[in-house]
Structure formats: C-alpha cells, structure tokens
C-alpha cells in the first residue's frame, strides 16, 4: 500500500514528559484522516514535527515511500505540506491577498493583481468566498480561517494538517467547513484533521488514528466505529456523555442581581436592566450568543468592571463596588472565560498560582512571609484532587501544560477554595471528553455540597447538560429563566437570538 | 556498591552569563588584534590596574557598588514587569537631596551617615513614585516618563547645586563633603591603604542586595509584585491592587537608584557637579541583564563590570588600547547576554548529549545487576 505521508515510530521528548513514545501514522491520498487524542495526548506535537517546528528524537518521514527531512516550515512547504493552525497567522490590517503572498512575493515589484487573480480562481474552484481585496480585520473569522485554507491552497499544498479548526466557529461556520473539506477530497488533497469532537470526525473522516497520552492507541475506520468506542479507546475507559446528576434542591438564594446596568468597552450598556437570582444548591445556566452582555456580566459580578447602577449581593452582603479581594472573600469563586489571560500567571508555577488568591492570609503566609511547605502541601492536593497531569508537577510552569490541565488547574483552584458562590464561564472550551466530564462532575459536586453556581457557555448542549435552570440574555437584557427539564433548546435558541417567549416587544 | 546520585546537568543562568563574558572578551581581544595589539597584553593590564594593589582593589570596589545598586534597582523592575530606565535621574535625586540634607543638618557620623541614606532613597523613591503614577493611572509607559524625570533631575541639579551649595572656587560643582558628612569610614580607608573611594556604601549595596532578595523570594509583597509584572490581568483578577503593586514597585526601583546617588556623591566624589547625566544609570542596565535580573547575580556582574572600568585607564597607560576598549566589550556582552535564548540551546544540546551518556552507562550496569 503507498501512503501520501507516513510517520514512522516518531518519539520526541520535553523535559520530564515523553510527548509522542513510537507513534505511527499513515495517511492515504485523497483521505480525511483524523487524528483524535485528549487534550496534552501528543497531537500538536506530533504534526508540529511534521511541518518542521520540532525536529523528532527518533523516527522518520516518508512521503509517496520517499524518506524526507523536515527541519522547518520551508521544508514541510518545499514538500507540499500545508498546516491551518489553531490561532491564525494572520496580519490583521493586510489584505487578503497581501497575506496569502507574504513571504512568496517573488520580484522586488509586487504583481498583486496576478496574485489576486489566482487566488479569486483558487477561490471559486474549491467554494471559499472570498474576496482578495477585502481587510482581514474586517471579515468573520470563519472567512479568515478559509483564508489560511487558500495559503495552502496557494502554493499547491497537497497534504493539509487542520489543527482544532473548529475550536472558534459557530455551529454554521463548522458546516461550512467540513464542506470545503469533503470539496478538498474531491480535488485529490489528503487532509490531517487534528481534533477532540467526535462529531466532525464522524460527519468527514475516512480513518482515525488514535492517541492516548503520548502513545499510539489504534486506527479505526470512521464509519464502522461509534463515537462512544472511540471515545473509551481515546480516554482508555468508558466515557458517559450525559452527566448524572440528581435533582436540584435549591434553598436560599446566594447571588442576587437587580436591575443591573453595566457598560461595556465602547461606553455603552452592555447589560440592561438585568436581574438574577442563583439559589445555594442549584445550577443556573446563562445562555446566549457570545457578545451578548455575558461578559460585562461577569466581570461586573467579580469587580473587574464598574458597575453604571444596579445591586449585587453574595449571601446577603451588598457586594456592588468592593474591590476584587472583598468579594473573593465574600465567598465568589470564579473559573474565568479567558484563562491563559486571567486564570493563571503563565510564567509562573503551579504552586504560586494555586495560592494567587490567597498568599496573603494564613497559613500561606504569617507576618508577610509566604510559608512555602503549607503552599506545596496545598498544592500538592489540588493536583492529586482534580488530576493536574504536568512534566514537574508543583514546579512546572503553568503556561508548559496542556490547555486541558490548566483549565483542570484554575476549576481545581476554585473549588478548593470553596466559594459559595461559583461562577463558570466556558468551562470545558477547547477541552476533550474525558475532561469534560469530569470538569462537569465536579461542578455538579460542588452545587451538591450546597453551594450555588453560576455557569456561563456558548454550547447549548452544555447549558442544558448542567444547568438546573436557564436564564437567556439577548442584547444584555434577561429574556427569561427557564427550568431546565421542561425547555426545549429550540426554545431557548430563539429567546438567544431575541424572540421573546412571552410575547412582548 | 551503590553509584552515586547522578544529577541531570542543565543550563542555567550562570553558564549563559559566563558565556557571554567569554564570547565578549573574545570579541574585544579580536578588535585589540586588528589594532595591531596584543589582547592578552591589554587583558592583563586591565586586571593589574583593578587588583593590583589594595588601593586599586578599593577603586574597584567603589566603582561596583555603584553599579551594584543601580543594577539592583532595574533588575528589580525587570522583575516586576518594568523597565527603569530613568536610574540616572533618580542617582541625581538622590545624591542631591543627601548632599542638600548632608550641608543643612549637623550630626555626628553615624547618625549623619543614617539620615543621608534615608533622604536619599526617599527622593529616588519619589522620582520613581511619579513614573510609576503615571503608568498606574494615566497608562504613560515608564520608559518615557522616567527619561523625561532624567532631565528633570539633571536641570534641577544644574540650578540647584550653584545657587544653594556651590563651592569656594568652582561654579560648576558643590563644596566638598567633610568627611563626617559623607559614608567614608576611616577604618575602612586605613584597611585599603588610605583609599577614600571606597566607602559605607558598599554595606548598603550588599545589605540591599539581601532585602530585595528576600522581599522577592519569600514574601507576600514579592509575591504580588512578581505576579503583576508577569501577568497584569490574571492579577487582577486574583485581587491583587494592580496599581498599588506598579507605583510601589517603581518607587522601590527609584529608592535603590538614589541609594547609588549617596554612595557615588556622597561617598566615592564627595561631590555633585552640574551638567553630567550620571552614565552609571545606563550601566545598570547592563549590569541587570547580565546578572539575569537575580540580586545574587547583580552582585557578581557588578564586581565584573567595575573591574573592567577600573582597570580600563591603567590599560590604557600601558598599552596603546584605548580605554573605550573596555566599554566596547561591555556593550558586545550586552549584545551576547541579550541573545541568551542562543546559549541555553546551545548548552541544553550539549548536556543532553553528556546526560544521555551517562543514563545509557546506568542502564546498562542495571541490566548487569539484574542479570546476577
């Protein structure tokens, strides 16, 4: 049988961590090929090797049976390999075309027009809709990630690597892409679809390879495979999709909202008008399209944004315009959206970080003096706790881990802090199933020791999996609370786009 | 028998430094060949000129404290996510204030030596406070506003030091200190063979030294203000005061640059004269870098920038090399120190190598042992 592209027992190593140990993979041309694996399983790696940003330990390349080197991007272009990565490499205030010609300008004189005339071609054979001439900073980002596609298209890759494409779209963009991807096929491309959703590698793969902590679990073909098989061989144990949980039992309320009114970044109310109440031992899920008003929401609740008027209370205590420390110890916990820019010091430890909200009282710390065991010992639990896997443990740097194990390590932060109130903005973003569930779980046990918990998602599916009640926010207004078990989410999708449900203007 | 603990070598900050040091002095010792001199001529006169006798030892060791304490004051901002480089201004601040204080109050030596160091931390601090307000309330970025408060200070200087505390015949620089006014010891002078260069300062710059790293190290302050300068958003979100955190951070930089301002003016000249921006301010930065920001390292990175500027003239004397020779070489380590990233690949490889040698060497008695 002859591959378009083999990797053959690749091994590459980080200090204290083995990322890939041995790792095969195969892909036949004019095949999706998923690569599927948990969050920190080796999958980056192993196609950052592939397109020459790490240089592997051992193990070799072949492309068409034909032993090759790639020591970096120029090289894995030279070999018609093309990668979409997860964070576009995109100048914001270029044109299109000016992207897509960066770096391959040829003559001193730049011919635009001829780029631009092949890429509108390149565009319409494969359906991208693209304009040439348009600004990058001025098109959605479904259209800037089809730019990246037509890069590669560009210099006629042959052999596509898409890195978690699907991580920043909306439910329509993802439709889009899978079919510019099957129209990819049928041009004779071969594409590598690295991901964790199981959905898209049903609805587009041929074949998956599967890896589990850094090794090589098995191939499946796609279509006689079910997602939960693939997910219990990608986890190593069965995985269940819908969260148990048992009824809520709500008792008094915790964080009460009333008629809040917030600005936003551009000076205007960003949220209007907005009353909430979140009782101890309930979930309430906030849903809504992003850009709604969740954020300045958020931010007013947990101090990081002026609030314009309005009342906010944690357990009673009229929390509206302390600073962030008063209301930390007010009793708000707060796993935040973004968590890379809020959620952890990235150049710091894990063991610092652990204790970012709480260096400064005892046992921390005595007369200013940080005390370091009580801190490793503290630290140390959450880690045993909540599953933070890292090359060093306590003293790995925070931004080193796996975007799966920091969000393990900010909810695992949280929780143990035991707030009354727990606000979750997005918790599972970019995360694989196995920790999803079990971040799910341990939000759930944590409303089940009588706490209240505010959850904010853009994924229907997860406001409804945890949520206990629903409340909808279109354009910073509150459309309406819903109790989750008699809702649909058609329901609660047209209360997002603004159609009341009750019927007024 | 039971081998010994092998321990992972890896490349840290020391090694990098050194290399830079290395390729520096070989970058120098190749300029000092296309004059047509010999280098290790020109190296040799250098290290005779900063150690050859305890007087020289003295010179040597003034020079450092100085950098010692401006290097302390930017790598401390470094730290804590600022770049000061308005240390000039603030050795100005400082050293005027001590000196003004030093002329208008009368006490005797220790307490005297007490209340200048005081007065010159403070007005460093408050050159650095305004900076530092600025970039917590306005977003000015301190590189702007502390080179600004540079000029600020310099002008003040220049009219203040002729109008209140000019000398007996120069117009362009104060009276001379006595030496109860000033950090010079007399035992310290007597053990360096009557070398007035040296002085009190020294003490400070070390003791100095011990409290940043301490505050860095274990405190909860440290800890604050590391965390701001590493990530502002997610310390606020923790509820840190970020603005707080920015001011006192700038001030404390501010403080440990006017601290320098005493030992230079009132302790290594005796003297503040007009119209001289002070370069150590500069140096500092130098020294801060190669010291990996680390107190420990200022230290060392001082005593190695002062040996080179005080064996520069004496180099100079003797060879034809000119004594800018010596700041060439500091700058080409800067250049090399700042490309550090180079060194840690470089030795990471390296060790890897020696590592997986010995790993493979272990391995296989293991295999032995188990065999038995």
Sequence with gaps: MKYAIEMLHIRKEFPGIVANDDITLQVKQGEIHAILGENGAGKSTLMSILFGLYKADLGEIKINDKKVVINNPNDATDHKIGMVHQHFQLIENYTVTENIILGKEGSFILNKKDASQKIKNLSDKYGLNIDPDSVIEDITVGMQQRVEILKMLYVDANILIFDEPTAVLTPQEIDDLLDIMRGLIKEGKCIILITHKLEEIKAVADRCTIIRRGKMIDVVDVKSTSQSDMASLMVGRPVNFKVDKKKAKPTDPVLEIKNLNVRNSKKLLGVKDFSLTVRAGEIVGIAGVDGNGQTELIEAITGLRKIESGTVTVCNKDITHLPVRDRNEAGVGHVPEDRQKHGLIMDNNLKDNFVIKDYYHAPFSKNSILQQSVMKEYGQKIIDTFDVRSGEGLNSLSGKLSGGNQQKAIVGREIMGNPKLLIVVQPTRGLDVGAIEFIHKQIISHRDAGNAVLLISFELDEIFNLSDKIAVISDGRLMDVVNTCDTEERAVGLMMAGVSSKGDK | ?372
Excluded at chain 2, 173 to 200: C, H, Q
Aim: proline letters at 3%; glycine letters at 10%.
């Design chain 2, 1 to 372: 028998m039971r081998a010994k603990k092998y321990k992972e070598l890896k490349s840290n900050n020391f090694i990098i430094a050194i290399s830079a040091v290395v390729l520096g002095l070989l970058a120098g010792a190749l300029l000092i060949l296309l004059i047509g001199q010999n280098p290790f001529a020109a190296f040799w006169y250098i290290l005779k000129g900063a150690l050859m006798n305890v007087r020289r030892i003295a010179m040597t060791l003034a020079i450092s404290t100085t950098l010692m304490l401006v290097g302390l004051s930017i790598a401390f901002a470094f730290k804590t996510g600022l770049f000061n480089i308005g240390a000039s201004g603030q050795i100005l601040a400082g050293g005027l204030a001590a000196t003004t204080v030093a002329f208008a109050v009368d006490l005797p030596h220790v307490p005297m030596m007490f209340l200048i160091i005081l007065s010159g931390f403070a007005a460093g601090a408050i050159w650095g406070l305004i900076p530092g307000l600025l970039k917590a309330f306005f977003n000015v970025h301190e590189v702007v506003s502390t080179i600004m408060m540079n000029w600020i200070a310099y002008w003040v200087v220049f009219y203040f030091v002729p109008a209140f505390l000019k000398g007996p015949s120069l117009e362009t620089e104060s009276a001379m200190l006595p030496y109860e006014k000033t950090l010079r010891l007399d035992w310290l002078t007597n053990i360096f063979d009557g070398s007035n260069y040296v002085n009190a300062g020294l003490f400070v710059a070390l003791f100095a030294v011990i409290v940043i790293k301490f505050i860095m190290d274990k405190t909860t302050l440290g800890y604050e203000l590391k965390a701001v300068g590493h990530n502002r958003y997610g310390a606020e979100y923790a509820g840190i005061k970020v603005n707080r955190s920015v001011v006192l951070s700038m001030m404390i930089a501010g403080g440990l640059a006017g601290l320098a301002g005493v030992s230079y003016y009132c302790g290594y000249s005796g003297k503040i004269q007009i119209g001289v921006l002070p370069t150590q301010g500069f140096d500092g930065i130098a020294v801060a870098l190669l010291g990996a920001s680390s107190p420990i390292g200022v230290v060392f990175s001082a005593l190695f920038f002062g040996l080179l500027k005080a064996g520069k003239g004496f180099m100079s004397g003797n060879t034809l090399v000119p004594p800018e020779l010596a700041d060439t070489i500091i700058a080409v380590i800067i250049y090399f120190t700042a490309t550090s990233v180079m060194f840690r690949k470089f030795w990471d490889k390296r060790f890897k190598k020696i590592n997986e040698k010995h790993n493979v060497y272990k391995s296989d008695s293991n295999d032995i042992e188990e065999d038995k």
